[in-house]
């Protein structure tokens, strides 16, 4: 009598590999046909037509609504709905915030406090892990399924910790995924610096969703960049790819904070901004009062929005020309498009790369406001949680 023929380890392993590529596609889109599928994830369409019928048998993934463009319309693939929930943490250098949200990444309940982060990594996800119990306690949710969570600075790929004292000068040696791991038990979690989890937010939710190369740039007290490449995060070698806002713009130029001088963001940052419209503008000048100017077309402000925008483009060009991306996507409270700051960027692209990069190179500002950490977060969780099924 014959016994049924079982797949070798190696069939195991490749199907399961094949079926996770597939669900990571799925799980930052809104909707994939097989052969957009195939196209994402390099596999074949027999590959892909077999897992996808595999997924829909276990209740994985689902039908959506039709894709239109050439040929024959297409039938959208999505994951399934759950009644599972994810968790999202950003804690910027002044706030902590905080969301639940449901696997198709809408948000449920959100929570944000005012807290110098830089000053307390204990304080700040204490407050993080209580804020976060409030929200699931408003939204009546038991347990979570993955939390997502972003700092801001570096943390390194292969100790897990913050090393940049400078960026984060009380976090020095703090390890934030095992803190996180003592507040929040065995629920998954994963912490990606505040860029890195913006990229993912805006790649996920904002105007570069579904492209496979982003480049993302977050102005703001800091500079940071986060790189989508061919659909996935790209974090470096030692996870601090993107650290543009240290680079040398100016030899002779003023000391940042890192201990460098003439860095990026000591002219491009909105800790410069306003230092410099404070001169004029009084003493009492906030960010909020920056991008007023700017809006109301103060002179002083446009020339000083458009000249950051200018030193960031210029950094960028040499970046852009590497990696030839879709899209470059700018995000920060001073960013508006259309606007002087991504103005001076895009026209710094344009005149320092070949026009074969610089005019295909699309420059625009973040639709996602000041949510865009917390989506990201969102998008890290449900990443994070498609994973662990």
């Not at 959506?64 to 463009?69: A, P, S």
Request: proline share 4%.
């Amino acid at each position: 009598m014959g016994t049924a023929h079982q797949p070798s380890p190696a069939t195991s392993r490749l199907r399961e590999l094949s079926r996770q590529l597939v669900l990571s596609e799925l799980s930052s889109s809104q909707g994939l046909s097989r052969s957009q599928l195939a196209a994402r994830t390099g596999l074949s369409r027999g590959t892909v037509a077999a897992v996808v019928m595999e997924l829909m048998q276990q209740g994985d993934i689902t039908y959506g609504d039709l894709l239109h463009g050439r040929g024959r319309p297409a039938r959208a693939l999505s994951l399934a709905p759950s009644g599972e929930h994810v968790g999202a943490i950003d804690l910027g250098h002044t706030h902590v915030s905080v969301a639940i949200a449901d696997m198709e990444g809408r948000i449920l309940t959100e929570k944000s406090q005012v807290i110098d982060v830089d000053a307390s990594a204990t304080a700040a996800m204490d407050l993080a892990s209580e804020l976060l119990q409030e929200c699931r306690r408003t939204a009546a949710v038991d347990s979570l399924a993955a939390i997502g969570a972003g700092i801001p600075g570096p943390v390194e790929r292969q100790s897990g910790t913050v090393r940049s004292g400078t960026v984060l000068r009380h976090w020095t040696g703090i390890h934030p995924h095992a803190e996180l791991a003592v507040r929040f038990g065995s629920t998954p979690l994963n912490v990606e610096n505040d860029a890195h989890l913006a990229a993912l937010g805006e790649h996920t939710f904002g105007v570069a969703r579904g492209m496979q190369n982003v480049l993302f740039v977050k102005v703001a007290s800091g500079i940071g960049a986060g790189t989508i490449l061919r659909g996935r995060l790209y974090r470096g070698t030692h996870g601090t790819a993107g650290e543009i806002g240290h680079v040398q713009v100016r030899e002779d130029g003023v000391l940042c904070r890192c201990g460098g001088r003439g860095c990026l963001e000591t002219v491009a940052s909105t800790r410069y901004a306003l230092q410099a419209l404070r001169e004029i503008h009084g003493p009492e000048l906030t960010v909020d009062g920056v991008r007023e100017l700017i809006e109301a077309n103060d002179p002083g402000a446009l020339r000083l929005a458009h000249d950051m925008g200018t030193a960031i483009g210029r950094v960028l060009a040499v970046v852009a020309s590497h990696l030839d991306p879709e899209i470059v996507v700018i995000s920060g409270p001073l960013v508006k498009d259309p606007g002087p700051l991504i103005d001076g960027v895009a026209s710094a692209i344009l005149h320092r790369t070949q026009p074969y990069v610089g005019r295909r190179t699309d420059v625009v500002g973040s639709i996602l406001g000041d949510r865009i950490g917390v989506l990201g977060a969102v998008a890290v969780a449900l990443r994070l949680a498609q994973a662990a099924r």
